[in-house]
Nanobody, 115 residues
Framework: QVQLVESGGGLVQPGESLRLTCAAS????????MGWYRQTPGKQRELVAT???????NYVDFVKDRFTISRDNAKNTVYLQMNSLKPEDTAVYYC?????????WGQGTQVTVSS
């Protein structure tokens, strides 16, 4: 059974950085892409960044040039480096592994950006 566990969230001040980590346990077959999403209360979960199996990255406009998604294939781990954080980046961040069969989600990690 595949489980995704996120870590690295926390409280930071505007302009600071955080790195989120998502480690997958179990065997993953048919991986299409890894991704990070975020959600704030009362809103739908929204895409932040994706990284395909072939290495193509995609970012939404509001994080371009600030966030970087990367992976360690040997560890089945995906990262989200977040720089120049803004208060509007405050959210629960979820990682996602999309396969040909299933979509796997982590439990989420809270990121709060506040002075």
């Amino acid at each position: 059974q595949v489980q995704l566990v996120e870590s690295g969230g926390g409280l930071v001040q505007p302009g600071e950085s955080l790195r989120l980590t998502c480690a997958a346990s179990g065997s993953i077959f048919g991986l299409i892409a890894m991704g990070w999403y975020r959600q704030t209360p009362g809103k739908q979960r929204e895409l932040v960044a994706t990284l395909t199996r072939s290495g193509t990255t995609n970012y939404v406009d509001f994080v371009k040039d600030r966030f970087t998604i990367s992976r360690d294939n040997a560890k089945n781990t995906v990262y989200l480096q977040m720089n120049s954080l803004k208060p509007e980046d405050t959210a629960v961040y979820y990682c996602n592994f999309r396969t040909t069969a299933l979509n796997y989600w982590g439990q989420g990690t809270q990121v709060t950006v506040s002075s």
